[in-house]
């Protein structure tokens, strides 16, 4: 054998091993080289958002290849597709899909050094702009990660500024409706003032997070986490730490928060924990933030109050029916009927025959529920056109709005059915757009108008005269997912979530 001959054979021998040396190691790689900067070594993120299996639940697989091939507009995500084949992409898509081999750890250390201080100085008190402070619209829109703070008498945007990535949950007021509170899928707790249109501070309260509360009294923010299993206090004038309070059961089981809601007229925070059958009631105003236990039969996923805060009725995603809790008793009182997985988180109330009734829509089946909040009977179950998702309605009109979001059919998706408060009939079918997405109705603060979302990247609010039901006016927005009222938020308005 030759010289040359044998130091060809060593060569390829040699790259043969360290190819086989390499082997599930480029994604790492890749993933270090291209992605850790923004996104973190540990994928928990950093200027860009946590890339774990949890945080990624509303951007599928698909979605999330093109996000890594062509970049993100209006963000600093650029695209890889020139510098990385496609197998290499593919293999990055895979690897963020992935959980962690150990549960990353975020408490009090890691939240005060990620806080976070963009205002010091005081603000003026009053608003930069002459609109009715009352009847704004913070209007997220999640196709480019904005909010657009909207004028509710003339419809024209005031602000319009960037927002963390996946905002989840609709956002929370302080009492007199100047600030308003976002948190994102990946934890981050953001404080605006809407009289200044500033960003005033910011913290990272969790990895994954499910959602906030404000406080009645204006001076607490809670932060409910799946990731890690904690509740989270802060001070809500500058998002500074408060307490941190791990989620276990009475036997010790951790467990994700499944919602986190400010009851105002007990004083209190509620929380539901989706591991444990407890919901947990907080007193606010006492400054070590105790926790108030109360068992429950069945693990909770969803929830809903009546108007005085007494009663807590809550869902199982996995159950059809509904417990009625009464938090003066800590007591189950009554099961109710709530087939087809209801979305309580958007249920309702009004008077129907003199008799309070709380109306759900239902994810999987066309239909809305209505109960007797007195008995606890169904009323009517009524039939929509497809699976909704949003529900929603003002003291000042007679219908209910509800849509068919959670349809898989695009003959529902685009429709909003109107169901008559005083009858429980259908009254109207209205198709903001045929064949694209119609979603999440807000009022202005009086009921005379009424905001649909076309949910699209290039979607629009439709207002409609609430009475006339005429469209007067479309403003183009890139995927407005929800607009919210600051008066009827405020003051916890019977037609829309609190």
């Known amino acids: 054998m030759s010289k040359k001959y044998l130091w060809l054979c060593v060569s390829v021998v040699g790259l043969l091993w360290a190819f086989e040396a390499l082997a599930g190691q480029p994604v790492e790689k890749n993933f270090a080289d291209n992605c850790a900067s923004c996104h973190g070594a540990d994928r928990l ?22 996000t890594i091939a062509e970049g993100r507009i209006a963000s600093q995500m650029v695209g890889f597709a020139a510098k990385l084949a496609k197998e290499d992409i593919q293999a990055l898509v895979d690897l963020i899909y992935q959980p962690l081999p150990k549960t990353p750890v975020w408490g009090a250390d890691e939240i005060i050094t990620s806080h976070l201080q963009h205002v010091t100085e005081a603000l003026p008190d009053k608003p930069v702009f002459s609109a009715d402070p009352l009847n704004l619209f913070v209007v997220v829109e999640v196709g480019d990660h904005h909010a657009t703070i909207l004028d509710g008498d003339k419809f024209e945007p005031i602000y319009r500024f960037p927002t ?30 809407i009289y200044n249109l500033k960003m005033v501070a910011e913290v990272r309260a969790g990895i994954n997070t499910r959602n906030l509360a404000v406080s ?47 009851a105002e007229p007990r004083g209190s925070f509620v929380a539901a924990l989706k591991d444990v059958k407890e919901v947990w009631e907080i007193p606010y105003g006492d400054k070590d933030f105790p926790v108030r236990r109360i068992a429950v039969d069945n693990y909770l996923d969803d929830f809903f109050f009546d108007q005085s805060y007494r009663h807590l009725i809550s869902a199982a995603r996995d159950g059809k029916k509904g417990q009625v809790i009464d938090l003066d008793s800590g007591k189950k009182v009554a099961e109710i009927d709530l087939p087809g997985m209801p979305h309580l988180g ?8 003199g008799h309070p009734v709380m109306a759900t829509p239902n994810l999987k089946e066309a239909l809305v529920s209505v109960i007797d909040m007195t008995t606890w009977q169904t009323v009517k179950q009524i039939k929509t056109i497809g699976p909704g998702f949003f529900m929603r309605s003002h003291e000042n ?51 005379k108008y009424a905001l649909v979302s076309v949910w699209e990247m290039d979607g629009a609010l439709v207002i409609y005269d609430a009475a006339t039901l005429k469209e007067v006016k479309r403003l183009p927005m890139k995927k407005p997912s929800g607009k919210y009222n600051v008066y009827n938020k405020i003051t916890r308005s019977a037609g829309t979530s609190h």
């Open 216 to 262: 009645g009294d204006g001076n607490t923010v809670l932060v409910g986490n799946y990731l890690p299993h904690s509740l989270v206090l802060l001070n809500a004038e500058d998002l500074t730490l408060i307490k941190v309070i791990p989620t276990l059961g009475q036997d010790g089981k951790r467990s994700r928060v499944s919602a986190v809601y400010q």
């Open 397 to 447: 009109t007679p219908y209910a709005w509800t849509d068919g979001f959670s349809s898989g059919n695009p003959e529902s998706r685009d429709a909003m059915t109107l169901i008559d408060k005083r009858t429980l009939e259908v009254a109207h079918i209205l198709r903001p757009i045929p064949g694209k997405t119609a979603a999440h109705v807000e009022f202005t603060r009086d009921g």
């Open 346 to 353: 958007s249920g309702i109330t009004w008077e129907y025959q």
């Open 45 to 66: 993120g950093g200027t860009g958002p946590a890339l774990l299996p949890e945080n990624l639940e509303r951007l599928r697989r698909p979605e999330a290849f093109k």
């Open 164 to 193: 963390r990535f996946a905002l989840h949950g609709g956002p929370k007021f302080s009492p007199d409706g100047r600030f308003v509170y976002f948190a994102s899928r990946d934890g981050w707790i953001s404080k605006f003032d």
